[in-house]
T-cell receptor
Framework: AQKVTQAQTEISVVEKEDVTLDCVYE???????LFWYKQPPSGELVFLIR??????QNEISGRYSWNFQKSTSSFNFTITASQVVDSAVYFC????????????FGQGTTLQVKP | DTGVSQDPRHKITKRGQNVTFRCDPI?????LYWYRQTLGQGPEFLTY????????KSRLLSDRFSAERPKGSFSTLEIQRTEQGDSAMYLC????????????FGPGTRLLVL
């Protein structure tokens, strides 16, 4: 069965600290896709990144970076020099290589960045 | 380019009433998904359409739930005889069909059943 685990329920940091959000997934498929979404208090899920199972290169986008490791089935997300505007719930999600495209989400990590 | 829109944004109803939510996807997207999110949890898949065809329904979708996408554009999700356990955020997402395609989400409809 497919599963996504975000073990950190809540994280609190002070502005400018670096923070890493963990994501561990389970799937039997060899082809799958991993995503991160941000959900601010307004409620709308905002797409951040998509990764396929064949691309293990880490990615950096501004203050955001992602570390994908198939060997440990992890897809971790790091925010460098956090800002108050980064405060939100962050979700990791898995889509298998089947045709449906449906997403399986983790329970989310609530990040609070204090000034 | 407008994003996914949902209407209403909030709905309060009494137990036993019927409610209907609407989702307008990004115009060129041919896939449309419905998810439900309860407090403190990640979204859970309910159903999805490719064009006007409903291709999969989750076991979460009881007989009181029905979804349509009559012309392959907007979609409606109806809940009949609402129960307090139906209180949740109902999220709609759309995408272009393709393996592992990115889904873009609307703002959601928050339902409270009293």
């Amino acid at each position: 069965a497919q599963k996504v685990t975000q073990a950190q329920t809540e994280i609190s940091v002070v502005e400018k600290e670096d923070v890493t959000l963990d994501c561990v997934y389970e799937t039997r498929d060899t082809t799958y896709y991993l995503f991160w979404y941000k959900q601010p208090p307004s409620g709308e899920l905002v797409f951040l990144i998509r990764r396929n199972s064949f691309d293990e290169q880490n990615e950096i986008s501004g203050r955001y970076s992602w570390n994908f490791q198939k060997s440990t089935s992890s897809f971790n997300f790091t925010i460098t020099a956090s800002q108050v505007v980064d405060s939100a719930v962050y979700f990791c999600a898995l889509s298998e290589g089947s045709n449906t495209g449906k997403l399986i989400f983790g329970q989310g990590t609530t990040l609070q960045v204090k000034p | 380019d407008t994003g996914v829109s949902q209407d209403p944004r909030h709905k309060i109803t009494k137990r036993g009433q019927n409610v209907t939510f609407r989702c307008d996807p990004i115009s060129e997207h041919n896939r449309l998904y419905w998810y439900r999110q309860t407090l403190g949890q990640g979204p859970e898949f309910l159903t999805y359409f490719q064009n006007e065809a409903q291709l999969e329904k989750s076991r979460l979708l009881s007989d009181r739930f029905s979804a349509e996408r009559p012309k392959g554009s907007f979609s409606t999700l109806e809940i009949q005889r609402t129960e307090q356990g139906d209180s949740a955020m109902y999220l709609c997402a759309s995408s272009l069909v393709g393996t592992g395609e990115t889904q873009y989400f609307g703002p959601g409809t928050r339902l409270l059943v009293l």
